[in-house]
Each structure stands twice: as structure tokens, then as C-alpha cells.
């Protein structure tokens, strides 16, 4: 394995952030929380982010996703009609959150959409659940198995509306990863979550999540409470900086009040801004560096990354970073697009930050059969 010096120097060419005295988390008043950059997928803060919690409402965040999903596969249209189950009426019927649809009637997708979103609706989110399982236990068993394919441990949903049930369980840490998850792979569907208020059937409820009317960058996600989870809620922010749009996410499980939960989120949301910056690296498949190639067309290879990566520091620590690649000597061709030759590690100071795959970026075809027959007499030699 070899390091290619080259990307140190790169390192060295990054601009500096004033150098500023990084303050400490703030104190929060809750039972568990996680605060997360979504831009760089990095945990800047947690306590009890492992320790199971009863999801409540924040449930319906895995039940948005595959509905997306569910829209995006083109199972279903925005402006299709769903007929209320008697199911899902009853449903609506408990004390619990509800859209107050009737049973019998139809309703439009985007409507129970908005219902399951901004109001929270059980019943809602039940016919959704219907629609898109076909029954709500095979709802409820894809749910599962899309915790699965998060690579989720602990998380196990009984139902899609998150009403109490016996093994009915996830994490902060755990709920931060479906809410990225969604963020990331419906990026279009957010704009359902900073609605502040929704009418139907003549009755309007309003967006249970007060940060919505308090900071402007606040433009979802999910409120929850049920009487062993306590007030919950998941509040993700997108901030223009100077380096571009940043994304953070919080995850608050266990607060006392509807006021508590979103002041401790705020709280959260501003240190993460405020202590922390985020550095873009590289762009997406930007050469990097080249890399010697042998019985190839051409004698060297472009290599970069198949994603931009985002790098998220203590304020005024960018200057330390240090990126460092390994990769496998000698490459022989053909090497084809996206092939990972190797490594690149982020470090501050002896602290790995992040660890990419390193790709090609460009196909190197196999030469002719002198070209390769001459490279392999040079590898001899060499």
C-alpha cells in the first residue's frame, strides 16, 4: 500500500476558519437526544443515543419513507383516490392524533400526505399503510425490513402510526438515521414537512412543531408523544453558509413539555451551527490525483470519489485535516469507471474523521499485445 503525498499538499491548500474557542454541548433537558450533520453524515452530539425509547409519532417518519417510495416507483399518484377502511376510521376514532376522515369516502393521496405530515393523522396514516402493503401487516413487515436494510439493531415497528405497543421500540441514534435517510433520498418531499397547517373536512390543525414558526431555517420534521416516550421530536435546519447549504438534524426523545422539546432542539440546532463547521473536500468523481498504470492504453489512472465529501470540525480546526490514500501497487488495465483502487482517510491529528472508498474516474482499456507484453518485461525488471 502506498500514500500518495500529493493529497497532503491538497490538504494544506484549504482555507482556514478564524480559529475560535470551541464551546461544550449544551445541557439538555431529556431523556435521550442525537444531533447529526446530514450534509456530512457525522454525529457531532449525543447521550443515550443507544438506549431504547418508545418511537410514538417519530414511527410515522418510516412510514413517509416508503410511501415516497411507494410514488417514486409509481405505485401510487398524488392525485389517486384511497377509499377510508373501516380500519382506518377506527382508528381515527381513539383520543389519539386523527385526520378526521369518514369512512366510506375518498381521499385524495396527497391529502392523507399531508394529514399523516402535518397532523399527524393515525387514521391516515393507516390508509396510506393499506394502500401501499396492501394490508397493514405487510405494511408493518416492510417497515421492518426497511430497518433492516438501514442496517438498524434495535429498532422494531408493531405499527405505522407509532400508538404504544408491547416491543414497539427504537433509539435516538437509530431514528436520526431513518430521518437522514429520508432527507437524503427524498429531498423533494421535504416541503410536506414545514407546512404549518393543514385543512380538511372543514376542521384545521396545525403543525405540531413549534420551530417551524420560530427559526426560518426550520423546515421540518416530526413531532411525537405518547406517555412512556414523553415529548419527542426530530427538527432538521438548512443554514446558507459560506461554503454552501448545511443541513443538521436533532433528535429529542423524553422532554417534559411541548415547549421543552423544541427549546432543547433549538438549543442543539444553534450549537451545531455555531461550534462546528463543514468543510467540502472534493466533489463528486474530481481527479484527486492519478495513479501509475501498467498494460494499459494510457500510463496513469484519474481517481476521485463517487460521492462529494463533506468533512464537519470544531470551528477553526481546518487547517489540521489531513487526507491520506492508500491504494493497491501496481494497477494493472483494464480498470473500468467506479472500480475502487483504494482508501482515502481524513485525519485531525491522530483522529480518523472519515474513510471513503477510492475510486476511477476514467477507463483505462487493456493495451495491445506488445503494450502489455512490454509492461510485463518492465515489471520484471522492476
Known amino acids: 500500500m502506498k500514500s500518495l503525498h500529493a493529497l497532503l499538499a491538497l490538504c494544506l491548500a484549504l482555507p482556514s476558519t478564524a480559529l475560535l474557542a ?58 389517486q383516490e384511497l377509499t377510508v377502511s373501516e380500519r382506518a376510521w377506527r382508528t381515527g376514532m381513539t383520543d389519539a392524533s ?80 431513518i430521518a437522514s435517510r429520508l432527507l437524503r433520498d427524498f429531498p423533494g418531499e421535504v416541503k410536506y414537512y414545514s407546512i404549518k397547517d393543514f385543512t380538511y373536512n372543514k376542521i384545521t390543525q396545525t403543525n405540531r412543531n413549534l420551530l417551524l414558526w420560530r427559526d426560518p431555517s426550520v423546515d421540518g420534521l416530526k413531532t411525537g408523544y405518547t406517555d412512556a416516550a414523553g ?36 438549543k442543539l440546532l444553534n450549537w451545531g451551527y455555531s461550534a462546528w463547521d463543514t468543510v467540502k473536500l472534493y466533489d463528486a468523481r474530481q481527479t484527486i490525483t492519478t495513479a501509475p498504470v501498467w498494460k494499459g492504453t494510457s500510463n496513469t489512472a484519474k481517481l476521485g470519489l ?15 485535516l489531513k487526507p491520506q490514500l492508500t491504494r493497491t501497487d501496481p494497477l494493472m488495465a483494464p480498470i473500468t469507471v467506479g472500480q475502487q483502487i483504494g482508501t482515502l482517510k481524513v485525519m485531525s491529528g491522530s483522529k480518523v474523521v472519515a474513510q471513503v472508498p477510492v475510486t476511477v474516474t476514467e477507463e483505462v482499456p487493456a493495451a495491445g499485445i506488445f503494450g502489455r507484453a512490454w509492461d510485463s518485461l518492465r515489471l520484471m525488471i522492476k
Open 22 to 79: 470551541q464551546t461544550p454541548a449544551p445541557d439538555i433537558a431529556a431523556k435521550a437526544y442525537v444531533l447529526v450533520d446530514v450534509t456530512a453524515n457525522q454525529t457531532l452530539a449525543e447521550r443515550e443515543a443507544d438506549t431504547p425509547v418508545e418511537p410514538a409519532s417519530l414511527t410515522k417518519l418510516m412510514a413517509a419513507y416508503l410511501v415516497f417510495q411507494a410514488l417514486q416507483q409509481k405505485k401510487l399518484t398524488l392525485d
Open 98 to 177: 386523527r385526520m378526521y376522515i369518514q369512512i366510506g369516502t375518498k381521499v385524495k393521496v396527497e391529502d392523507l400526505i399531508k394529514g399523516m405530515i402535518v397532523q399527524s393523522g393515525n387514521d391516515a396514516t393507516v390508509l396510506l399503510a393499506e394502500a401501499v402493503g396492501g394490508t397493514l401487516e405487510n405494511f408493518v413487515a416492510m417497515m421492518n425490513r426497511q430497518t433492516q436494510a438501514f442496517g438498524l439493531k434495535v429498532t422494531q415497528f408493531k405499527n405505522p402510526d407509532g400508538l404504544p405497543a408491547p416491543g414497539h421500540i427504537s433509539t435516538a441514534r437509530e431514528l436520526g438515521i
Open 231 to 266: 415529548y419527542c421530536l426530530i427538527a432538521t435546519a438548512k443554514r446558507d453558509l459560506p461554503a454552501g447549504q448545511r443541513r443538521l438534524l436533532t433528535v429529542v426523545v423524553g422532554a417534559n413539555s411541548k415547549e421543552a422539546r423544541a427549546t432543547e432542539s433549538q
Open 306 to 320: 463517487n460521492q462529494p465529501l463533506f468533512i464537519t470540525i470544531p470551528r477553526g480546526e481546518a487547517a489540521q
